[in-house]
């Protein structure tokens, strides 16, 4: 029996460059190889350059809270959906760089200081209602298994049989709406809360829970139990304001946003990992290497971009140096790019309307209509999409 649940491993079919993986065993590009094709200076962290950038997204969230607030005020009344619209999609941003900031603490790429990058880290991720400590444990385990079958974390792919009805209803219109909607309300605490989208063995885990065997080691319990204070504080704070100004204006200052933000972290890491002629592996085909190079560069667009330092645009780099800090992933990229060659991985959207960032999300349900079960193909020892 094929993978997949099909009775025969289905036939291959052309793929693009992105399909080009590196040799399991005597290939001379490494881990070390790279970072000597890669200047020294850009490993370098700076507390200040980290810390202004904290600093300066902590001040946007504000200005432009203060901003909405003003020309709501004065503009007439049938502006306003296009004015609070604008404030959601920019604080989305600006909320999704604030915790890109705080992955990179997680990492200890943010400074050389692990008490300030825990510190800051801790603040920013309980502000935005995530589990700081928690997450960082469960995302370094996905950093080493990137793309692996069973030791994945987070988008691991189905076996599902492609001929499946429910594999079929997925890539339907409709299933492909039905699926990003979920995402955008639910997907990310779905995934803290159960672990949907994680490896099948720990699905029900829960990032919360100090039990979660699947998730932590016994020494990791009372990092979970600090980071599930630090949300509890955060959310008596902002139930705090709610009461103080109301519900409908925490709902429309930091409830949509905070959405948004959450669907930027799910639909970002999803499009990183996830593209059809991009392959995964079961145990013995895969190794760390080919599995952090089977990471893709993406772009949202330049403004987007920058607003979330570079974490779409210079994943490649990030996933084979983590502690690497993003101002020198960036710079890094074209290094990695010219010594990975034919192994490098980049999908930069088409602008759509005009638009890059348009274009990533029409990639974005693209990709989510292709790339809904894996299996086996003949002549190949990996699985890929069907």
Not at 166 to 177: I, N, P, R, Y
Not at 287 to 315: P, Q
Not at 352 to 379: C, H, I, N, P, R
Request: proline letters at 4%; aromatic letters at 16%; charged letters at 15%.
């Amino acid at each position: 029996m094929g993978k997949g649940g099909s009775s025969a491993a289905a036939q291959p079919r052309e793929r693009s460059f992105l399909a080009n993986t590196i040799q399991q065993n005597g290939d001379k590009i490494t881990k070390r190889s790279i970072r000597e094709a890669i200047p020294a200076e850009y490993f370098v962290r700076s507390m200040t350059h980290s810390l202004a950038a904290f600093a300066w997204d902590t001040v946007m969230v504000f200005f432009a809270l203060f901003v909405v607030h003003q020309l709501n005020a004065v503009v007439p009344w049938y502006c306003a959906p296009a004015l609070w619209l604008g404030y959601w999609m920019y604080q989305g941003l600006t909320f999704t760089g604030l915790w890109v900031l705080a992955h990179e603490c997680g990492h200890g790429g943010f400074t050389d200081s692990r008490m300030v990058n825990d510190t800051v880290g801790f603040i920013i991720h309980s502000a935005l209602l995530s589990p700081y400590f928690s997450w960082a444990l469960t995302h370094a385990k996905h950093h080493h298994y990137t793309n692996h079958m069973t030791m994945g974390e987070t988008w691991v792919p189905s076996t599902a049989n492609p001929e499946k009805k429910s594999v079929k209803a997925a890539k339907t219109t409709l299933g492909v709406w039905k699926r990003i909607i979920i995402v955008f309300l639910v997907g990310w605490y779905a995934y803290l809360i159960t672990n949907e989208t994680g490896a099948k063995q720990n699905k029900g885990q829960s990032h919360f829970s100090p039990a979660s065997k699947g998730l932590f080691k016994k020494k990791d319990a009372n990092y979970v139990r600090a980071s599930n204070i630090g949300m509890l504080v955060s959310a008596i704070g902002l139930s705090y304001l709610a009461a103080h100004f109301g519900m409908f204006e925490m709902w429309r200052s930091y409830v949509v946003p905070q959405v948004i933000c959450n669907f930027y972290l799910a639909a970002i890491t999803y499009m990183q990992h996830t593209h059809p002629d991009v392959p995964h592996f079961e145990d013995e085909q895969w190794t760390w290497l080919r599995g952090a190079i089977s990471t893709i560069d993406r772009s949202l667009g330049s403004f987007a971009d920058y607003k979330t330092h570079y974490i779409v645009s210079s994943h490649v780099a990030h996933h084979i140096f983590s502690e690497m800090p993003y101002y020198g992933a960036e710079k890094a990229t074209p290094y990695i790019k010219e010594h990975l060659g034919k192994y490098y991985k980049v999908m930069i959207p088409k602008p759509y309307l005009g638009s890059t960032y348009l274009g990533f999300w029409k990639d974005f349900y693209w990709t989510m209509q292709k790339s809904v079960s894996v299996g086996a193909e003949e002549k190949s020892e990996f699985l890929w999409f069907k």
